[in-house]
Nanobody, 122 residues
Framework: QVQLVESGGGLVQAGGSLRLSCAAS????????MGWFRQAPGKGREFVGA????????AYADSVKGRFTISRDNAKNTVYLQMNSLKAEDTAVYYC???????????????WGQGTQVTVSS
């Protein structure tokens, strides 16, 4: 089973930047699509963005498009979420997720990290 560990969260001022990392233990990491989700207090978990196996394509929620960038380094079994121009509305716990071959983001997601807190002050 793949294990995911997020890091890089913290407190940042509005307009600032932060980079989150998600390290995976799965030796076949390169075969997995990777995604980021977040959950703010009182809200459900929402999709933030995703990246293909090779990193050749990405997708983002409208709320973060143009501000957040997903990248991956398969040699390090790590996916990143670069967050720029942060807003107070971005405050949430951010989760990394892994999607094995043959699965869809629209279906069940079995592999999650424990989450890392991002707090944006305004």
């Amino acid at each position: 089973q793949v294990q995911l560990v997020e890091s890089g969260g913290g407190l940042v001022q509005a307009g600032g930047s932060l980079r989150l990392s998600c390290a995976a233990s799965e030796p076949t990491f390169s075969a997995y699509k990777m995604g980021w989700f977040r959950q703010a207090p009182g809200k459900g978990r929402e999709f933030v963005g995703a990246i293909s196996r090779t990193g050749g394509s990405t997708a983002y929620a409208d709320s973060v498009k143009g501000r957040f960038t997903i990248s991956r380094d398969n040699a390090k079994n790590t996916v990143y979420l670069q967050m720029n121009s942060l807003k107070a509305e971005d405050t949430a716990v951010y989760y990394c997720a892994a999607l094995p071959p043959g699965s869809s983001w629209a279906g069940p997601i079995d592999y999650w990290g424990q989450g890392t807190q991002v707090t944006v002050s305004s």
